[in-house]
């Protein structure tokens, strides 16, 4: 079911803005604490709304309950409408965004009498804003970067929230349309790519059917525009989530199926270098099947395995079609085989309530173990430097550590490992002395501040010391909002093989850190890596699946991939370095 928690959590976030820039701080801290509280529900609002529960959420009172009511009723709140027409328009639009916020945005309206976008990119531009005071040089120019990422990501949606929506479409689809034999969101959704612009939907139907399946489609009620509508293909424009999307929708027999996927499968490049090959075999390839250019004899295209097949390949997984030696290993017979989501056995960054998290460890732990079924869980807290996410000293992990024994005893066995998630301070320091490091089961170290410089130096120190395991989001970007610090990934790559030290993919669809190119590289070095959720509420172990597609985009194994082994097999990785550099090995 497509998430309507995430709408109102946004219009909630919008509404503590407005607030904000009204001078009502007691409204906008109760609208900004809803937000999070909305974001982090482990069910759907309209489920609490039928089982009578939503007026007993905590930390939301009966007037937001009531408009939260209101908008799964009709779609709307009339107060947010009443709240936008007090503040410049283009104003709502850009309040989230990193620099800006409420507090700056009614300053620059105030002294400058600035109100839509364009006067704000002159200003920020003429030098005006610069001169305000505490505004300077640096300020405006991350303001200038910040809106030019922001206008770009405007284009392209995150591979979650795009994988969101195609499962609600492909579901409604499905079950409202029984003339529909098959369906499959292709393009780079089908890629997994980290980010997506339009949606491309392929369904499998008889002709007699196309005009009730067309009719249906575009009269879906998410619909805002619709640019083509026929028999074989409609294209239209629908909202979700605040953000306009094209999602094209394609008709294909039974017969052209495997030709229809490939084509719209992409990427382009990949499909140019396919042709080039089968051109070169006397054949020609198109969106209908694979035919003899000689005698225009259809030879495949009713699956994928036969166009490729009718080339003299093996079927490649859609992850890798980037024509990065892909059609050459398949020609060779020689594709690796590529992890996948049921070989992961055990999530290695979590945050509990002890730091930051929503949830207490033992109802993580129960929650995972039954969803999942995975044989273990890492709880990784965060340490003292991190304040605002009520990073743990020293007395408050060692008594974390007696609570993770508890719970095991209580749950029979050692599901719960005790970890942490340390700062890696600006000297490469650790924000945890080795004392406490070597008492744990398993040790991310992560850069969670001074993002301008280049962090190489930290790093590289940061794996030198015995105790740690994994560098967290090694780059530090966020998609979208910030680009990656200043790091030689070549150098990171190369001590962590050295030290054995494992580096994260860390499946937030924000983070997705480290991107394919540098897990391609970590593999091919043989640097080992941990698929990670970083989970900080129940409904975030979910992300496992774009961790693992990453993985899968970087040509990774199950054998490069950590968490794919047993707890025994990680204590022997984490001893092994230990060992080597001269480190204590833990007493159990
Ligand atoms: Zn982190
Ligand atoms: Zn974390």
Redesign the pocket.
Known sequence: MYNINKDLANIFKKMAAIYEFLDDRFRAMAYQRAAHIIEDLPDDVRNYILTGKLYSIKGIGPSIASKIEEYVNTGKIQKYEELKKKVPEDFIELVDLPGFGPKTLKRIHDELGISTKEELIKALKDGRIEQLPGFGPKKVENMLKGLQMYELSKRRILLWEALEISRYLVDKLKKNLKEIKDIEVVGSVRRRKETIGDLDILVIAEDKDRTKIMDYFTSLPEISQILVKGPKKSSVVMKFEGKERQVDLRIFRKDEWGAALQYFTGSKQHNVHLREIAKEKGLKINEYGVYKADTEEKIAGETEESVYNAVGMDWIPPELREDRGEIEAALQHKLPELVELKDIKGDM?V?STWSDGVNEIKDIAEFVKKRYGYEYIVI?D?SKSQRVARGLDEERILKEIEEVKILNKMMGWDFIKIGT?VDILLDGSLDFPDEILSKLDWV?A?VHSHFNRDNTDRIIKAMENPYVNVI??PTGRLIGLREAYPVDMDAVIKKAKETGTALEI?AQPRRLDINDIWIRKAVEEGVKLVIST?S?NLGNFAFMEIGVAQARRGWATKKDILNTKSWKEIQKFVEDKRKRLGGVLQKR
Do not use: I, L, M, Q
């Open positions: 960054h945050h990784t965060h998630e991310v992560s967290g989001h860390n970083d900080h």
